[in-house]
């Protein structure tokens, strides 16, 4: 049945969930999978140039720590620092600056309430972070606080409004405003990459640079990969109870979304994209 429980069957989901706050996506092994694939050249693009050996770097919202390792690897022997709110992610985090042998401290903290001293790195980075949080300006003054005067705090956070797929299949159209409409029921902004200027301004940055970069999905290997891991996080994960809770789709809607992201991955003519909006953003 798609990985989904049959109507009035909710495999342990309680009968009337509540919307909630949090993290939308958990830390299933299909979300951890998705996101160890994330590294400096595929998500952190505009940093790239301000990378050197010997630099500090805070990871903000490591969460598996791909990013962070990739950040270590590429600064050593520069001190790099991932924290995140979860300790359990944090674990998944260690196993990979192990596995590429990479100096990494990792933190359980809070990205409105960081355990550093200010001006303490050179650079301060954040992927697909500021769309979960309720307070993404207080972030980034937080942010700015930890960052040496003249050092870089570099954000990057997808524009979910963006996603375009080939086929136009209508259940990935409903996904995605399901996904919307969830994102924001857990206090996050699922848009937040069209937002990142005016929020670091406002966060009181006088210096700050924008631009965009884009994920596409067009192979066989991308199209398993993407679409795989959607339609499990979809179908049979914490986020498929926190769809059902926000009202934004009920179980035959969620079977229809994990049947188009079936479709789209096993589509010869697949395509997909999804625009990221970029800042660097002097202290």
Do not use: K
Request: proline share 7%.
């Amino acid at each position: 049945m798609d990985g989904v429980a049959a109507p009035g069957h909710h495999r342990g989901m309680p009968p009337n969930p509540a919307p909630e706050a949090g993290y939308v996506h958990g830390y299933a092994p299909a979300v951890r999978a998705s996101h160890g694939r994330r590294t400096v050249a595929n998500s952190a693009p505009h940093l790239l140039p301000h990378l050197a050996p010997g630099t500090t770097v805070l990871d903000l919202g490591c969460g598996v720590g791909s990013i962070t390792a990739d950040l270590a690897a590429r600064v050593a022997p520069g001190r790099v620092v991932g924290v995140d709110v979860s300790a359990e992610v944090l674990a998944t985090a260690r196993a990979a600056a192990d596995e590429r042998g990479v100096a990494v401290e990792l933190v359980v903290a809070d990205a409105l309430a960081l355990p550093f001293a200010d001006g303490e790195f050179d650079v301060v980075h954040a992927h697909q972070v500021l769309q979960h949080l309720p307070d993404p300006v207080g972030a980034l003054r937080e942010a700015r606080r930890v960052t040496r005067p003249g050092g870089i705090v570099a954000v990057r956070d997808a524009v979910y409004a963006s996603i375009h797929a080939w086929p136009d299949l209508p259940g990935l159209h409903a996904w995605r405003e399901a996904y919307r409409r969830t994102a924001r029921a857990a206090g996050g902004d699922p848009d937040a990459g069209a937002r990142l200027t005016g929020w670091a301004r406002e966060a009181g940055f006088g210096d700050v640079t924008a631009s965009a970069s884009v994920w596409s999905f067009g192979t066989p290997e991308d199209r398993a990969w993407w679409g795989g891991t959607w339609a499990e996080r979809t179908g049979a994960s914490g986020l498929t109870r926190r769809l059902l809770a926000a009202g934004a789709a009920d179980e035959e809607g969620v079977r229809a979304m994990v049947r188009a992201w079936r479709e789209w991955t096993a589509h010869p003519d697949g395509w997909m994209a999804i625009t990221h909006g970029e800042v660097l953003c002097r202290a």
